[in-house]
């Protein structure tokens, strides 16, 4: 009766939480939708018709918006630069790497910098700074709650998963996007706060705004089955264009870090570029989320030529805008871009194959999924996406086949990065998407042996095979007199050796080539350097310029570290 009792309780707890957790997450989302279009009526309302001179036929007014929000959003970056970005790496840093912790000065200056790039015509979206920030409310809440560090993690990710099922009106797809990318996988007991969550963030979102996603797609769709090998074909390229991209976009992110110029002078820069491409084409979405374009896109209003055309303008005007050092997210922009290439590409199958009665709105929800899948990693989010948008399972194989080649595709050539991870990949940590991240979060200095035994390189292996019969060992450092050490040295290394031999002194058989960690490497890296030096036993350093020894670290302690985690992320 007790451990039922306990069990109610424990679970209780867990589903009003995650009740919480999906209201502040749906909260979070509203109260930024209303601060963007504060911030756009702003700038495109008032602002616009005060800065407006045409030349051409074009209105230069609209180059100048992105910049002075650019002016802006420079004060912001120059005081607090770890707010550039997108959010959701911070989200997976947070939950992996740091118990669910995410600073809330940070989390509202990110918000107030993000509503300014978007409002003033940022070609970035709103999607990952909303699950941000219902991912740091819910953070925050758990804090104050005291609960513990594997409840933390997981409320934090309810809070993103609430933010971006209330972004699309898709409970499962938000839902699973917090699966595949923060916890890079599906941990079924996970699921039920995370679906919980899901649900009530989408329920308050739609509750207050009524509508969640403003792209209309056309009902009737469907495509024949000897299409599906286009699809696959179609889902290559694009998985190509988004490994390349994503590349890309860190290619100009650095040469924008690497420009000797005042830090503010940056984003002021990349909002200039934005306002030119946008001004050449104010009416098809670059400015901003780039829904309307997509609405062109989906029902037959763009010509194959600016199909093209707008892809590659996004793709130019998003990585602008976030390689300059502005604040806002890929989620929007991929779905953009994916949907200009893919309705382009059906398009240019309806006049190859004019038999096959092909519909480029179905190849443009399929490009949409293959480029998502291909940047975020996250395939399954996504065909969930198109489904319950489109409330239809009758282009399902066709968005599977597209999604799955664009994630196998990218994934190849990001060596298993994703947009998201190749940030965190940047900043010094070990992790790759579809894997379970759990050596990796462990440092050596959690897990070693502090008072190891050892020997001195001037003993000699017969007091090594005393030593190895009084303590059970097998292995042991070798160190001189100041604990530095100098090799490894163990059971084989005097077995079946004669008595004459065993007499010498131990530094007389330590090998050159044996490997050594450091308190901060992870519990990953030792594991690592053990197999690939063939021991049982790594020595511990101080640092990477002392040698003294301050512990040892042993494939036991790494096998059961990893149980330990691997239970943590499990809420019972």
């Known amino acids: 009766m007790v451990g039922r009792n306990s069990y109610v309780l424990k679970w209780g707890e867990v589903i009003a939480f995650s009740i919480t957790a999906g209201i502040v997450g749906g909260l979070g989302a509203v109260i930024f939708r209303l601060l963007i279009r504060t911030t756009h009526k702003l700038f ?45 790496p911070e989200v997976v840093e947070a939950v992996i790497f740091k118990s669910g912790n995410i600073s809330g000065k940070f989390a509202a200056i990110k918000i107030l910098a993000t509503s300014i790039t978007i409002g003033s015509g940022g070609s970035v979206g709103r999607e ?19 609960l513990s560090r594997e409840m933390k ?3 934090t990710t309810c809070g993103l998963a609430a933010g971006i099922a209330g972004t699309f009106n898709t409970p499962l797809a938000g839902a699973m996007f917090a699966l ?28 207050v705004l009524q509508r969640a996603f403003e792209v209309e797609i056309p009902g009737g769709l469907g495509h024949t089955v000897f299409e599906l090998p286009l699809f696959f074909v179609m889902g290559l390229l694009l998985g190509v264009l988004a490994a390349l991209y994503a590349r890309f976009i860190y290619y100009l992110t650095d040469s924008f870090s690497s420009w000797k110029v005042p830090e503010f002078i940056k984003p002021v820069t990349g909002g200039i570029g934005v306002g030119i491409i946008g001004a050449l084409l104010p009416l098809y979405g670059i400015f901003g989320v780039g829904y309307g374009g997509m609405n062109m896109a989906f029902y037959g209003k763009l010509t194959l030529g600016l199909l093209v055309v707008l892809g590659i303008a996004k793709m130019l005007a998003t990585a602008l805008t976030l390689g300059s050092g502005h604040s806002g997210g890929i989620f929007a922009p991929s779905l953009y871009i994916g949907t200009m290439f893919g309705a382009a590409f059906g398009m240019v199958v309806k006049a190859i194959f004019p038999t096959l ?6 190849y443009a929800l399929a490009g949409m999924a293959a480029f998502f899948s291909g940047i975020t990693q996250a395939p399954v989010t996504q065909i969930l996406m198109v489904t319950e948008l489109t409330r239809s399972y009758a ?79 097998d292995c042991f450092p070798v160190v001189n007199r100041d604990l530095e050490v100098k090799g490894v040295v163990g059971v084989k290394d005097f077995i079946k050796r004669p008595t004459s031999l ?71």
Not at 76 to 81: R, S, W
Not at 402 to 426: C, E, H, N, P, Q
Not at 448 to 469: F, I, N
């Open 44 to 88: 495109f309302v008032w602002l616009l018709p005060r800065i407006s001179f045409h030349v051409g036929g074009f209105n230069l007014g609209y180059a100048l918006l992105p910049a002075i929000g650019g002016i802006a959003v420079a004060v912001l970056v120059v005081k607090y630069p770890k707010i550039k970005g997108n959010g959701i």
């Open 395 to 473: 282009v399902l194989p066709a968005i599977m086949t597209s999604a799955t080649m664009g994630f196998l595709t990218s994934r190849f050539f990001l060596k298993g990065d994703s947009i998201y991870t190749l940030k965190l990949t940047r900043k010094g940590y070990t992790i790759r998407t579809g894997k379970p991240v759990i050596l990796e979060t462990i440092p050596v200095g959690e897990i070693m042996t502090k008072e190891p035994v050892y020997v001195y390189e001037d003993q000699s292996l017969l007091d090594v095979e005393h030593l190895v019969a009084k303590t059970g060992h």
């Open 128 to 146: 990952g700074p909303i699950g941000f920030i219902g991912a740091s409310l819910t953070s925050f809440l758990a804090g104050r709650a005291h």
């Open 153 to 155: 993690k997981l409320l």
């Open 357 to 362: 009665g092909a519909n480029p709105t179905v």
């Open 502 to 572: 065993k007499r010498l002194p131990v530094g007389r058989f330590i090998h050159g080539d044996y490997g050594v960690t450091y308190p901060s490497e992870t519990a990953e890296d030792a594991f690592e350097k053990l197999m690939a030096h063939d021991q049982n036993l790594l020595p511990v350093l101080e640092s990477r310029e002392s040698r003294k020894l301050v512990g040892v670290v042993t494939k036991r302690d790494i096998y059961k570290a990893y149980y330990r985690g691997l239970e943590g992320m499990y809420i019972e």
């Open 180 to 207: 595949e990318v923060v916890y890079m996988g599906a941990f079924s007991i996970n699921l039920v706060p995370i679906f919980i969550a899901s649900v009530t963030g989408n329920a308050v979102t739609l509750a």
